[in-house]
């Protein structure tokens, strides 16, 4: 298991480095520990004003792009009590006040194969999008990310920034094992638990 962990982190690590080589954009990547998703590694583009992302940093599941990522992939069973509770707490977006609110919304990112936040960002002024990484058994492992500063990355469907993250994630899923399909970006679905 540690090998696996370690193999997975590698091969993450040098996608990252490569995606931002071809964005030139802020670029993390998280993996899910026992209090949800948490950036393990960020790369800095070559740009004069940038977004800092902290190694260690935990992500809330529905105001960040990887956290609504790992929502939408990882068996609700296993997210249901952080989402309610950051529902609860007022730390979700002004347009989630339910579960089934949060339901509606992560079912959208599965159908997309991405999650895309311009606005409700848990941090100021900050846009990123999210794409999940599959190991071999189909399930998540990673999310790439890819960061900015508000109305400074081309998040439109269909733009190159989100066509390079979204290839990102399957080229890095394939690495993995995981069986995806060429015309989505994601495919597996989530467990049922």
Known sequence: VALDRVDRIRLGLAAITDLRDVTNETIAL????????????WERPRKPIT???????????LSSAAGRVFSAWLPEAQT???LR?????????????????????????RKQGIAVIS????????????????NFKNEIAMAI??????????????????????????????????????????DPAPSSD
């Open 145 to 186: 990310a890819i960061v900015g500063v508000k109305d400074t990355l081309d998040l439109e469907t269909g733009s190159s920034t989100l066509a390079a993250l979204r290839q990102a994630g399957r080229a890095l899923s394939v690495r993995l094992g995981a069986t995806i399909s060429s015309d989505t970006a994601a």
């Open 85 to 109: 509770q950051e529902i609860e707490s007022g730390n979700a977006p002004a347009d989630i006040r339910t579960l089934e609110d949060a339901r509606h919304l992560l079912a959208d990112v």
């Open 119 to 134: 606005r409700h960002y848990f941090a100021r002024n900050v846009e990123a999008a999210a794409v999940p990484v599959f």
């Open 30 to 41: 998280a993996v899910w520990n026992d209090n949800g998703p948490v950036i393990v590694r």
């Open 80 to 82: 249901e009590a952080t």
């Open 51 to 61: 977004v800092n992302v902290l190694t260690g940093t935990n992500l809330r599941l």
